[in-house]
């Protein structure tokens, strides 16, 4: 296996079309000073269909033969060479995002790319790593290249296979390792190849920056970091980082002509539902993407809304809002207004009050009725002759929110960190002194808040943390005004299901607070059966507002107006 002879060549007619077929992005206006050899593309593909194989289903054991976009980004890699700091000449790319949806085969391709680096680069003591947010994760890509050296005799004879340790060595001193996120990874590591698999699911970017910056050695002739990923949902993370860098790249915005970005994603924009736009996310279709499994997948999306972001995420790579499609946030934000204080004094109105742990956000919530609100008999199961009704007082309902947490916190997520704090310094956030929340000042915030309107019931979490501030509560407002209000779907699904139709007819109005904003567009779902509520364990973000909004209209929903909540005896019959 000889190496590649470089040329000063230009790109070949032949291959011009094939380099350019990356998305929205055009290596060759982009090369300054690299040049492209047609011979070291056409030996590195060669390589991969003759001496790489697929490894499992129907494919097992035979030659793993290139699709046209899987040969772009081969041709890409391994074709274009530069001239580097001390005049050698090296690979011209040293980055490369590969942006592909799920089912595309990433993973197989880049184990090929990984062994066609291993077996065919001149360079002794190669250090490989495959990184993932998990050891199973970061196992799957090298199982695809042990199988792919275990299925060629010249590979399997030059090279160690440590299946215990997870590591391939050859006899020059080169080696393979995984590396997964909960390990401590060597900073003395002079990396030559780097492959993070779902890069999304980084739980931050300690890995990422130490893999990254262990290509920075001189000694290092041409190093390479593949990021491989489906899309993330819409938070501050190392993947979306990577992704904004890599977009800018491709569009002309940033000149890094050693960063190759391939990103297949459809257009949020774009009708999802549609076979065209599944082609333009998915260069597979067909192949290694069932067209069929996408229908029954979308025809599931459409069937139930809390599956469409996954769909569009997964499928599509469409960054969305949240990991579920849970609360529409156009829908949020057309029925933000400016509220009438004046108007709402002396107004009946109704709280939710979320206590978290001491050190995180409490919730307290006011809804407020308008004149249009009317008793409406509800069947809680339609389906069912004998069903349950419930009468709600359904119509137009404003909100208004405010939020705790501890002014010298001990942990808090670092991605939010910045903003909490602008938060706190702008009032949309009040601090209490220490590292706790300061539950006899909320209740005492409270009280001042509630006394320019007419207070009904208050519904509360009855955790651990909110037995104590119960009864500071109902010693300032009354033992009948004060209501326990469990958080389990049973209790939560049906005043939730009533805020997803209020805020898509218009009918839930509220101030764009925007820490409110921020916790409903976090919201994931927990089901079960045709229940749905907000869920803290899938959301990755704080929901806290959401939940007490949730609690508020539990008990402001219920008709005539009690004094004492039903859910503090029974909870709704079909519910409980």
């Keep these: 296996m000889a190496t590649a002879t470089v040329t000063s060549t230009g790109v070949p007619k032949k291959w011009r079309h094939l380099v350019r077929a990356i998305p929205g992005y055009d290596p060759i206006t982009t090369a300054e000073d690299a040049w492209f050899d047609a011979g070291a593309a056409e030996y590195h593909i060669d390589f991969i269909q003759t001496c790489c194989t697929h490894i499992e289903g129907a494919l097992a054991g035979k030659p793993f033969l290139l699709e046209d976009w899987e040969k772009a980004i081969v041709a890409n890699i391994f074709g274009w060479y530069r001239r580097d700091f001390i005049d050698r000449v090296v690979r011209r790319y040293r980055k490369s995002l590969i942006y ?216 599509l790579n469409i960054r969305t809002e949240q990991a579920e499609r849970v609360i529409p946030m156009d829908a949020w934000d057309a029925c933000e207004c400016e509220l009438d204080l004046d108007l709402l004094a002396k107004r009946p109105c109704w709280g939710g009050l979320d206590i978290g742990a001491t050190r995180d956000f409490v919730a307290f919530e006011l809804v407020f009725p308008h004149q249009d609100v009317e008793a409406v008999t509800l069947k809680l199961d339609p389906e069912r002759e004998d069903s349950d009704e419930l009468v709600l007082q359904r119509g137009t309902y404003s909100t208004m929110n405010w939020f705790w947490l501890p002014a010298s916190p001990v942990h808090r997520d670092s991605r939010m960190a910045d903003q909490i704090r602008a938060w706190c310094k702008q009032g949309h956030i009040i601090t209490t002194p220490g590292e706790v929340v300061d539950y006899d000042q909320v209740a005492m915030d409270i009280e001042g808040f509630v006394k320019p309107y007419s207070l009904q019931a208050m519904a509360i979490d009855q955790g651990y943390q909110g037995m104590g501030i119960t009864i500071t509560l109902q010693k300032i407002f009354g033992e009948d005004a004060v209501v326990a209000f469990r958080q389990g779907i049973l209790s939560m699904a049906a005043p939730f299901r009533e805020l997803l139709e209020m805020l898509i007819n218009g009918t839930l109005l509220h101030d764009d607070n925007p820490v409110m904003r921020w916790m409903a567009s976090n919201v994931a779902a927990e089901q079960r059966g045709g229940l749905i509520k907000p869920s803290k364990d899938k959301s990755t973000e704080k929901i806290d507002g959401i939940t007490a909004l949730t609690m508020a209209l539990g008990v402001a929903l219920i008709s005539p107006a009690p004094k004492r909540s039903v859910y503090e005896d029974r909870g709704i019959r079909y519910l409980e």
């Design 100 to 315: 592909v949806p799920r089912k595309n085969g990433k993973t197989p391709l880049v184990a090929a790319m990984h062994n066609a680096i291993f077996f065919l680069d001149d360079e002794a003591g190669q250090i490989n790593n495959l990184a993932a947010a998990s050891r199973d994760q970061a196992s799957k890509l090298l199982r695809h290249i042990v199988g792919m050296i275990r299925n060629e005799a010249e590979m399997d004879a030059r090279c160690t296979i440590y299946e215990s340790t997870r590591r391939i060595t050859k006899p020059d001193n080169s080696a393979t390792k995984v590396i997964p996120a909960d390990d401590k990874v060597a900073h003395g590591d002079n990396q030559h190849f780097g492959a993070v698999d779902e890069l999304h699911a980084q739980p931050n970017r300690k890995l990422v920056d130490t893999l990254t910056t262990a290509m920075a050695s001189a000694n290092r002739i041409q190093p390479l970091i593949l990021f491989v990923t489906t899309a993330d949902w819409d938070r501050p993370s190392v993947c979306n980082e990577e992704y904004d860098y890599a977009c800018k790249v491709r569009d002309g915005i940033i000149e890094d002509p050693t960063y190759l970005p391939v990103i297949y994603e459809a257009d949020p924009e774009d009708d999802w539902t549609r076979l065209d736009t599944w082609e333009k996310a998915n260069p597979n279709l067909g192949v290694s993407v069932s067209v069929d499994y996408l229908r029954g997948e979308c025809k599931r999306a459409k069937e139930n809304p809390a599956y469409e972001n996954t769909f569009k995420r997964l499928h």
